[in-house]
């Protein structure tokens, strides 16, 4: 089966251990969205109940990993067809590391931690919506976050170059009250080792984004003066966008074969054929395979084997590839209820586990199209 790993960044206190209990107690039922989750090994399951048990319904919150732990969580991404029958698509391998790696003075360099940094095929950045919030209002431990520990991790990512990065912005609840996804956004882009990073991917060409997320909802709790998370008593999670850095995975990393292939044919080539590096991606695709020849159909036969998804997949792609923000909108607006169709349409072909990743693939297509609409400055392509 097609397996995905996904390294998990982000200072002690951010959010992973309750993003990924809460992700996977919303994707384990089988909803609206076409696929859940199943996690493998029981205790794991058990585990993960657990923690979303006590974020819940107890009044404290679970404890932080040790800086000794690393958890991995195998989640099998599952179709279920109209006669009921379950097959499975792919595989997510999730990795949270202890935070405190990042902020405290390690001795020396964990190879283990770099090995896994080197495998994985994309990394997932928690921004600590808190500390967002302090940065916008100059306190001081924005100001920490800025100098110590944002540099610390966007050191991490840095050791990985051709990998798409998602920064996803966790306890959206106590942000969006006071901020725009786009005033963080011009916030962060005013930080050097920020730009930096975003710039090399950018002419990379390899994907980058920032998605808000919230494990509780609003309302759920309020941070006190003292910087402390207190629950409100009587109100039920209800979390927000949970499922979108999921589903934003394969695209992401699809996109960024295409790229690599790109990449690598013109280098083979030589003078023979030229892809200018700064047209948008869909330019120079458009003029890439001009060069192939075969369409389509013969781009996406050329990636490597686990990237081979159906060719409608790849079209999308390709069709929604960089639009300046205000066109991204209304095309993605136009573009749902084809998405829908797809989805229903490929939904009734599984019968495999190909068929399966397929179906999938467009469900997670459909999200990321959501995302387009509800915060098209979540795409850093192209903005420096
Ligand atoms: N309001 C709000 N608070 C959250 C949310 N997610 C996490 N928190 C708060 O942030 C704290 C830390 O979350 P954890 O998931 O334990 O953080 P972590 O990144 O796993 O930290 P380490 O295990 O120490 O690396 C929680 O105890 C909550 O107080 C959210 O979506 N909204
Ligand atoms: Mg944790």
Known sequence: MNTYSV?????SGSGKTVFLASMYKKLSTHGKLGFFLKVEGAEKRKRLNNIYTQIAF????????????????KF??????????????CKFIYIDYAGGRLTDEMEEEDEEFNNKIQAADIMLVLLDGQRLCNLMRREKPGM???SRELPNMLQEVQKIQNKPVHFVISKWDIVEPHYSLQQIRDRLLEIEEFTNLVRARNEAGTPVRLIPVSSVGKG??????????????G????PFQLEVPLACILPDIIQNQVEELIKKITAEQGKKIEVKAELSFGERLGQFLGFLGGGVKKLQQSLPEEYQFGEDIIENLIETAERPAREKVAEA????????AKQAESLNKVVDEKTALDSAVNSFSLIKNQLDIDFPESDLRNVL
């Open 235 to 238: 109100v039920l999670p209800k």
């Open 144 to 146: 920490v976050f800025v």
């Open 58 to 73: 107890e009044e404290e919150w679970p404890t932080g990993n040790k800086l000794s732990e690393v958890s991995e969580w």
């Open 220 to 233: 759920f709790a309020t941070l006190l003066q003292d910087g402390s998370m207190a629950k409100n008593v």
């Open 333 to 340: 607006q136009r573009r749902t209820e084809e998405l829908r």
């Open 7 to 11: 390294i998990m960044l982000g200072p």
């Open 76 to 89: 099998t991404c599952c179709v279920q067809t109209k006669d009921l029958s379950i097959y499975d698509a």
